[in-house]
């Protein structure tokens, strides 16, 4: 994490919002993540994002788990509250600090190792129960902390750093959602700033689980077989006190084309990404016909991106369970525990 303090000078043409407060109020730390690294991308969007729904920052929660897609949270909005939970565990923390109090605005960062590996459980469960919160996987095909091994994202045929080929079927976060019945499901490209906030703004405002992939590339694991300056060489020819990789300045890669239509991405490595945006009308109410339309371009070797499946009728996991309107945090220690006579009378009525 970092504790670096941006610089306090506001520009005096920032545009407060409806609160008084700028673009500046709803940043962070300095980041820590490479130059050039599609995570920072997805920071400012959320920044935009928060800022244009003028959300009080006193009333937001951020929680992450482990990985560098994790330290996201401490790069937006700093007078949040935020909690930084174990690796793959914060579909957990997030749900009960829900179910104690439903009055917060929840966003749960992650990365496709920290969500589909050893979280995918915790975040089924908390998509099957559908707890209202905005959690957005920040997917780059690799374990970014631990030198780059393929994550479970990560497609067929796609070569490591050191040029190996991935031989196992990807898991898609997407049609896993759709599966299991998320009730909001999207989309989209860490570049494309233009398509990104107004999916985060629509998934913020979801009443329900809204589940955001977003493609985010990893620019530092490109360094070759040969290279005197690469880690490995480094390891075998002098004493490691740390394990460093030499990360080289990337430019952030950008992407705008219209809806309906198709665009190739290249990457920092060369490979080329394929999106297709959905176009105006596209029906993302329709579960069936949903998952067909992206196998169908899936097929196609394209990635779709939008707003791709939508809900608005199911209920939160608080309509779910009937709680109670008041949140937990502020009820008295008499109204929580009512007394051992309240509590027979429960059992009571489960004989």
Do not use: W
């Not at 995918?120 to 469960?125: T, Y």
């Not at 199911?314 to 937990?328: G, I, Q």
Request: glycine letters at 8%; hydrophobic letters at 35%.
């Amino acid at each position: 994490m970092s504790y670096i303090k941006k610089p306090v000078a506001r520009h005096p043409s920032l545009k407060p919002n409806t609160l008084g407060l700028t673009l500046r109020d709803y940043e962070g730390a300095m980041s820590t993540l490479c130059a050039g690294c599609g995570h920072d991308s997805i920071t400012a969007a959320i920044v935009r994002a928060l800022y244009e729904l003028d959300t009080p920052p006193h009333m937001l929660a951020k929680l992450s788990g482990i990985g560098c897609s994790s330290k996201t949270p401490t790069y937006f909005v700093s007078g949040s509250h935020g909690f930084n939970s174990a690796h793959g565990r914060m579909p957990a923390i997030a749900t009960g600090a829900s179910a104690a109090n439903r009055e917060l605005t929840y966003i749960g960062v992650s990365g496709d190792g920290d969500s589909l590996s050893i979280g995918l459980g915790q975040m089924v469960h908390a998509i099957r129960r559908n707890v209202k919160m905005l959690y957005v996987i920040e997917n780059n095909g690799v374990y970014g902390l631990t030198k780059g091994q393929f994550s479970a994202s990560a497609d067929v045929g796609s070569k490591s750093k050191k040029g190996e080929a991935n031989t196992q079927a990807p898991l898609d976060p997407v049609m896993l959602a759709l599966d299991i019945g998320a009730t909001f499901v999207a989309r989209s490209f860490s570049g494309d700033k233009a398509q990104l906030v107004p999916i985060l703004k629509a998934g913020l405002r979801h009443d329900g689980f809204a589940l955001v992939d977003v493609i985010s590339p990893c620019v530092t694991f490109n360094d070759h077989e040969g290279s005197t300056k690469s880690y490995k060489h480094t390891r075998k020819h002098q004493l490691p006190i740390l394990e460093a990789d030499f990360v080289p300045f990337a430019a952030e890669i950008t992407a705008d084309y219209p809806e309906g239509a198709a665009h190739s991405v290249k990457m920092h490595d060369g490979s080329m990404v394929r999106f297709r945006k959905v176009a105006a009308d596209y029906d993302p109410t329709d579960r069936a016909n949903v998952a067909s339309y992206l196998r169908e371009h899936q097929r196609a070797g394209e990635v779709p991106t939008g707003l791709l499946y939508l809900d608005e009728s199911s209920e939160d996991m608080h309509r779910a369970a009937k709680t109670v309107k008041t949140p937990l945090t502020r009820l008295t220690h008499e109204e929580l525990c009512p007394g051992n006579a309240a509590l027979r009378k429960l059992q009571e009525a489960f004989r």
